[in-house]
Nanobody, 124 residues
Framework: VQLQASGGGLVQPGGSLRLSCAAS????????IGWFRQTPGNEREFVAA????????AYADSVKGRFTISKDYAEDTVPLKMNSMKPEDTATYYCAVGRPITSSMRFPSSYYYWGQGTQVTVSS
């Protein structure tokens, strides 16, 4: 199983980026897909998650109202649309796959497949 996170880059404060998570060797059906981010010296931080079946979503308070996680059935990917970006959104973003219970969707230990990360930098 391989997860591929893509779409990172440099964006100005207030701008937008769209990340995408794709999988090979695995179908998203029956899984929860999570986005996490990490900065050097810090622990991996939950950003958002979505259940492929049912569509339940969860967001970190820091991104609620600005980021949107969704399912792209046509591309079989999980996009993360990031709007109104702030310098504190700068991080390496990872997507992950697992089968957490709802109360555990925010914990990295609930996921067992991880992508390689894509760098997002918010700076003027």
């Amino acid at each position: 199983v391989q997860l591929q996170a893509s779409g990172g880059g440099l964006v100005q404060p207030g701008g937008s980026l769209r990340l995408s998570c794709a999988a090979s060797g695995l179908s998203f059906g029956g899984y929860t897909i999570g986005w996490f981010r990490q900065t050097p010296g810090n622990e991996r931080e939950f950003v958002a998650a979505i259940r492929w079946s049912g569509g339940n979503t969860a967001y970190a308070d820091s991104v609620k109202g600005r980021f949107t996680i969704s399912k792209d059935y046509a591309e079989d990917t999980v996009p993360l649309k990031m709007n109104s970006m702030k310098p504190e959104d700068t991080a390496t973003y990872y997507c992950a796959v697992g089968r957490p219970i709802t109360s555990s969707m925010r914990f990295p230990s609930s996921y067992y497949y991880w992508g390689q990360g894509t760098q997002v930098t918010v700076s003027s």
